[in-house]
């Protein structure tokens, strides 16, 4: 074979890795559990970020939540609007994350303590290839209050960019009374944190 016929060849294979290289690192961002994220959107974002990690936005520059409706891992059905007037606690969440793992107690049980307060817990179960896995989940570590299944993501996909949206499993945001989007973590929780991220919103009037 000349050299002018395998540099083609070459130059095709270099093409080939690449592409799966990119493919490869794109699926990981969407799919990898990940204890981190990037700030999202560009523009005039509005929100800030604490030294905790914790990304808040001013009362006067929250949006609204988009519509987060729909099954839930048990069968069920749940519409996230409906819990106008409590402070609601969005944790997205998949059963093969390490971090979800260990935050899970802490929300399962924080959950319980704040019900009466006015706090609604809900969670989205994501990238479970079924709900056997999620309610084994759910199960392991006593979670009662409802979980969102959208195994392919597409109600992250419905926050706006540039707004304090979802990007990295897990991912917890608190909404106002109002459905506002207050705060957001994008990364796994100690009860400590979660208590600041909510009673910095809960006590509000």
């Given at each position: 074979?000349s050299?002018?016929?395998r ?5 095709n294979?270099?093409?080939?890795t690449?592409?799966a ?7 990981l961002?969407?799919?990898a559990?990940?204890?981190g994220g990037?700030?999202g959107?560009g523009?005039?974002?509005n929100?800030?970020m604490g030294?905790?990690g914790i ?9 609204a939540a988009?519509d987060?409706?729909g ?5 069920g059905?749940v519409?996230v ?7 609601v606690v969005?944790?997205?969440?998949g059963?093969?994350c390490?971090?979800?793992?260990a935050?899970?107690p802490g929300?399962a049980?924080?959950?319980k303590e704040?019900?009466s307060?006015?706090?609604q817990f809900?969670?989205i ?5 079924n709900?056997g896995k999620a309610?084994a989940?759910?199960k ?8 969102l299944y ?7 996909l419905r926050f ?9 499993i897990p991912?917890?945001l608190?909404?106002d009374r109002q ?8 990364t ?5 944190k979660?208590r600041g ?5 809960l006590?509000?009037?």
């Amino acid at each position: 074979m000349s050299a002018s016929s395998r540099t083609p060849l070459r130059s095709n294979r270099r093409r080939a890795t690449l592409l799966a290289a990119t493919a490869a690192a794109a699926a990981l961002a969407l799919s990898a559990c990940s204890s981190g994220g990037t700030s999202g959107g560009g523009g005039d974002t509005n929100f800030v970020m604490g030294k905790n990690g914790i990304s808040t936005v001013a009362a006067g520059k929250r949006v609204a939540a988009p519509d987060l409706s729909g099954k839930t891992v048990d069968g069920g059905q749940v519409d996230v609007a409906t819990f106008k007037g409590k402070v609601v606690v969005l944790n997205v969440w998949g059963s093969w994350c390490p971090p979800c793992r260990a935050e899970a107690p802490g929300f399962a049980k924080i959950s319980k303590e704040l019900q009466s307060k006015g706090v609604q817990f809900v969670g989205i179960n994501t990238r479970d290839s079924n709900t056997g896995k999620a309610a084994a989940f759910e199960k392991q570590y006593g979670i009662t209050y409802p979980n969102l299944y959208d195994p392919t993501g597409k109600l992250m996909l419905r926050f706006k960019k540039g707004t304090l949206n979802p990007q990295a499993i897990p991912s917890t945001l608190v909404l106002d009374r109002q459905g506002r989007i207050a705060a957001r973590s994008l990364t796994g929780l100690s009860e400590d944190k979660l208590r600041g991220m909510i009673d910095t919103v809960l006590a509000e009037k």
